[in-house]
């Protein structure tokens, strides 16, 4: 397996302190910095915060150069 496969991770669940179990998450924009993007983990069963993710630009570009990539690689030869 490449390395490339595993940079960009997104939770889907994380052991919340309050429900003393792990819980499915929402992610939220928290704050927009010009180098990142901070999004914070909540709980889905009482709202609390269980963690955070930070996404710097050049991350971001990437993800997006990905995303374009696989897409163009899905599309029917006479579309591309």
Not at 3 to 12: G, P, V
């Amino acid at each position: 397996m490449s390395q490339q496969q595993f940079e960009n991770f997104t939770a889907s669940q994380l052991y919340c302190d309050k429900c003393k179990v792990a819980m499915p998450v929402r992610e939220r924009l928290l704050l927009v910095l010009p180098d990142k993007e901070i999004y914070d983990y909540l709980c889905t069963g009482c709202a609390a915060s269980v963690g955070q993710r930070e996404i710097t630009a050049g991350d971001k570009v990437m993800a997006q150069a990905i995303a374009a990539r696989r897409q163009r690689r899905s599309l029917p030869i006479s579309l591309r």
